[in-house]
């Protein structure tokens, strides 16, 4: 008894895309590894990249090596004037855990996001409805970290270049003057190829 093509073509083209590696394909990569997928937007690992390098210029900054303690900073909004989506909470929080990792307490950070449940928590504190330790004055900032990303977009037929700029400054909460501020610039390009067309 032969067994019909039409049975045997489904199955058979089936264990041929098994064996081929025609199925989904997954991996792991480091997030300072370009992701190589032709996009002009900033990735992992220009993220990565600047941050760090932004850490580093803070903690060389001549205010805070010389600080007799360590000074208190706020995160003001960082502002997305891009033409891409980025989450830019995730630069603040980025910041925040490389300065705190490596300045050794050189840096102490308010958390302003948390603002409301502090004062709740003071207030059930002052109230004695939950025990306290010590009472503690609420600390003030005496830096703004705040900042911007803005791009310039540009296409022609299937190449497309986009310009972004990363720009953070340092604010004196006191004076209003700023003492620091640098940008870290990207710049890709792409090109579609022909099965994109």
Known sequence: MSIPLKVIAPVLFASLALVCGCGPQYGVMSPEDDDDLGSTTAGSKEFKEMTQEMARDLIAL????????PPTIAFSKIENRGTEPIDTNMFQEEIRTLLLQGASGRFAFLNRAKMQDVLNERDMKRKGEVDSTEKKNLLGADYFLSGSISSIDKGDGDKRVTYSRF???????????????????????????????
């Open 62 to 69: 001549k205010q805070f090596a010389e600080a007799a303690k």
């Open 167 to 197: 720009g953070f400054n340092l604010t004196d909460a006191e004076s209003s003057q700023i003492i620091w501020e640098k940008s870290y610039d990207v710049k890709k390009w792409s090109k579609k190829q022909v099965w994109e067309k």
